[in-house]
C-alpha cells in the first residue's frame, strides 16, 4: 500500500490527480474510486488471502497461502487481433481497462532515479564504443524530459556530455530544474545553443588545461574546478520543430536519441506546428486529428533525426518506439536507426543483469546509505556498481521513499537480498525493504522493437518468456507480480513482467527472497541461452543454471 502511494507522491508522479504517474497515461490505479478500493482491500487482506487487480481495479480476493504474492495484477493485456490503440482508447473510454506502463500500474516507479543509472550507462556505453572510452566533452541531444526522459540531463552530465534536451511543455523543464536533474532552461534554439557552445568550449580548454596540470594537483586546479561544469539544458520547443532547424544551421551534435512518449500517438506526442494549449484542446475535440498530426509530426521528427545521423551524430532509438511510428508515417528507412539494447544493452542481459532496485520504507535516508554501503561492501570488484553508487550519493536527490537502482545481475541480486533481509532482522536497518526492479530486463520482456530486438534466433516477438517469469516468480513467492502489455513501446508492441519482493527480516521473508532473486534473473540467462547467445550459455554453465536441452550457440 504504501508502494502505491509512493507512485502517486506529488514528488514522484507526473500526474498524480489524474492517477498519472509517468509514460504517457501510465496509471497507477484506473479511478480514484478504485484507489479508494485497493486500499481498503489492502488494509483487509489477510496473510494468506490474494488481492487480484484488473487494470488498476480491484476485482476479487481469494484464500491462497501465507508464501504467495499478495497482489496478483493484470494490465492493458487484450487478445492479440485486437490488440491495438484504436480498441484500447475505446475499451479505456468505456471505463474497462487502463494504461499501466511498466513500474506505474506494478507499484514499483520510483521516480526519475530509477532510469537514471540505465541512462547513464547507456551513455557511457555509447562513449566507450564510439568515441575511446567516454562522451567526455561531447554534445548529447534528445528529446522529451518527462519521467523516465527527465533523467537524461544527470546522466549525461554525469558522464562529462553538455546536454540539450528539446521539451515542449515547460512545466516539465521546470521540474527537471527543481529536482537538479537539468541545469538550465532556454526558450529559443539560439539561446540554447549559445549556453551548448559556451559549455563545449569550456570542456575543451579544461581538457587542454587539465593535460598540463600534474595528476595530484588536478583536484585543486582551476582544471578541475571547470571539469565539473558539464552542463545539460532544457529548451521549450517541439521536437519536430526544433530538430530540423538545427539540420538546417548545420549543427551536429555527436549523440542524438529522444525520449518523448512517442508510443502514444494520442496521450504522448505532441504535434509540432502549434502551441501546446491548441494541442492539447485538440487532443479533447478532435482525436483523430489529433494522431494524425502527431504521426506526422514524428515522421518530420525521425527524418531530421536520420539526416543527423547521415551528417556522422551517433543515433539510437531510446525505447519509445517513434521508429515505428515514423515507419507507419511513411519513413520506410527509420529503422536505419538502431536500438539501444542490441546496441548497448544486450551483453549484460546474457547474464541477467538490468535495473535492479530496493526502497526503505521506513522514510529513512539512512537505511538506504547502509544498504549502499553493503552493496559495496558484498561486490567490491564490481567497478561499475562502485562508480555509479559514488555518483548516485553526490547528484540524486531521492523522490518520494527513499530508495536506490543498480545493475545487478544473477547470483549477486539474491545474495544482496538476503543480506539486506538480515539489516532488516538485526535493526539496522529500521524497517523492511522493498525490493523489485524496471520491466526494461532480461527475462521478463518480449518487445520486438526494444529489449527483444533483434534476437540472435529471430524469436523477438514471441511471448511466452514473460509469462513463464511471471508463472516462475509467483510459485517462488514473490510479495506482488503483475504481467502487462504495451509497457515502454505502446499497446499491442510488448508484453512484460514485473516482480516486486519485501524483505522485512522474517525467516519466510529469506526463503522467499532467495527463490524469487534467483528464478527472476535466472530467466534472463535461460532466454538468452535458448536463443543462442554463447555469453549466456556459458554464464548459465557457470552458474550451474539447469537447462534441460543444452542450447546451441548461434553467434
Ligand atoms: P512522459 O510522458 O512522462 O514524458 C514525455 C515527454 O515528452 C513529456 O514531457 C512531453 O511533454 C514531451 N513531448 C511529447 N511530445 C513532444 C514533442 N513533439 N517535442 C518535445 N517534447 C515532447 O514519458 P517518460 O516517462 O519520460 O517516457 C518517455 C518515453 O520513453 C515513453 O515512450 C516511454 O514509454 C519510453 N520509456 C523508455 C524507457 C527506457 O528504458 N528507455 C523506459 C520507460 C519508458
Not at 484506473?30 to 482491500?41: P, Y
Request: hydrophobic share 40%; aromatic share 6%; net charge neutral.
Amino acid at each position: 500500500m504504501r508502494m502505491l502511494m509512493n507512485n502517486l507522491d506529488p514528488d514522484v508522479a507526473e500526474n498524480p490527480d489524474q492517477l498519472i504517474v509517468y509514460g504517457g497515461t501510465g496509471r497507477a490505479a484506473r479511478s480514484w474510486d478504485a484507489f479508494d478500493a485497493i486500499v481498503r482491500s489492502l488494509r483487509e487482506l489477510k496473510n494468506d488471502e490474494s488481492l487480484l487487480i484488473q487494470s488498476g481495479k480491484p476485482v476479487g480476493k481469494f484464500r491462497t497461502h501465507d508464501e504467495a504474492p499478495r497482489v496478483l495484477i493484470a494490465n492493458s493485456n487484450l487478445v492479440g487481433q485486437w490488440n491495438n490503440y484504436a480498441e484500447f482508447n475505446r475499451l479505456e473510454r468505456l471505463g474497462l481497462t487502463m494504461y499501466g506502463q511498466m513500474t506505474a500500474g506494478s507499484w514499483i516507479y520510483i521516480g526519475s532515479q530509477g532510469i537514471v543509472q540505465g541512462t547513464f550507462e547507456t551513455f557511457a556505453a555509447a562513449g566507450r564504443k564510439h568515441f575511446g572510452g567516454s562522451l567526455e566533452g561531447k554534445f548529447v541531444l534528445s528529446g522529451g524530459l518527462g519521467g523516465m526522459g527527465g533523467a537524461q540531463p544527470l546522466a549525461a552530465t554525469m558522464n562529462g556530455a553538455v546536454f540539450l534536451g528539446v521539451e515542449v511543455d515547460p512545466v516539465r523543464i521546470e521540474k527537471r530544474l527543481k529536482s537538479g536533474y537539468c541545469d538550465k532552461i532556454a526558450h529559443s534554439l539560439d539561446e540554447a545553443l549559445k549556453l551548448i557552445d559556451a559549455a563545449l568550449k569550456d570542456r575543451q580548454r579544461s581538457r587542454r588545461e587539465s593535460s598540463d596540470v600534474d595528476g595530484q594537483a588536478r583536484e585543486g586546479s582551476r582544471a578541475g574546478r571547470r571539469a565539473n561544469q558539464s552542463i545539460s539544458v532544457g529548451l521549450v520547443g517541439n521536437c519536430a520543430d526544433v530538430l530540423p532547424e538545427i539540420v538546417k544551421r548545420g549543427v551536429v551534435p555527436d549523440v542524438l536519441t529522444d525520449q518523448t512518449s512517442a508510443h502514444d500517438a494520442l496521450n504522448g506526442y505532441v504535434p509540432h506546428g502549434m502551441q501546446l494549449e491548441d494541442a492539447l484542446a485538440l487532443r479533447r475535440k478532435n482525436p483523430d486529428e489529433y494522431i494524425e498530426r502527431a504521426m506526422q509530426s514524428m515522421a518530420v521528427h525521425v527524418e531530421a533525426m536520420l539526416a543527423l545521423q547521415k551528417k556522422g551524430a551517433v543515433t539510437f532509438d531510446y525505447g519509445n518506439n517513434i521508429r515505428a511510428q515514423a515507419q507507419k508515417a511513411g519513413v520506410k528507412n527509420a529503422f536505419d536507426i538502431p536500438g539501444f539494447v542490441p546496441e548497448y544493452i544486450r551483453p549484460l542481459f546474457c547474464e541477467g543483469r538490468g535495473p535492479f532496485r530496493w526502497v526503505a520504507l521506513s522514510g529513512e535516508p539512512d537505511d538506504i546509505a547502509r544498504t549502499d554501503k553493503l552493496a559495496l561492501e558484498l561486490f567490491p570488484e564490481n567497478q561499475t556498481l562502485a562508480r555509479w553508487m559514488k555518483l548516485a550519493k553526490e547528484r540524486i536527490h531521492f523522490q518520494g521513499l527513499p530508495a536506490r537502482i543498480c545493475w545487478l545481475g544473477y547470483g549477486e541480486r539474491a545474495e544482496f537480498g538476503v543480506a539486506m533481509n538480515e539489516l532488516v532482522k538485526r535493526g539496522q536497518i529500521k524497517a523492511p525493504i522493498v525490493i523489485g526492479r524496471d520491466h526494461l530486463d532480461a527475462g521478463s520482456v518480449a518487445s520486438p522493437n526494444r529489449e527483444t530486438e533483434g534476437m540472435i534466433d529471430g524469436s523477438d516477438a514471441i511471448a511466452d518468456w514473460p509469462l513463464l517469469n511471471a508463472l516462475v516468480n509467483t510459485a517462488a513467492g514473490a510479495s506482488w507480480i503483475s504481467i502487462h502489455n504495451g509497457g515502454g513501446v505502446g499497446i499491442g508492441y510488448s508484453q512484460h513482467a514485473g516482480m516486486v519482493v519485501v524483505a522485512d527480516g522474517t525467516d519466510d521473508s529469506k526463503r522467499r527472497l532467495e527463490r524469487v532473486l534467483t528464478s527472476d534473473p535466472g530467466m534472463g540467462v535461460l532466454r538468452h541461452a535458448d536463443a543462442g547467445y554463447s555469453r549466456a550459455i556459458d554464464f548459465a554453465a557457470k552458474q550451474k543454471i539447469d537447462i534441460p536441452m543444452l542450447p546451441k550457440p548461434r553467434d
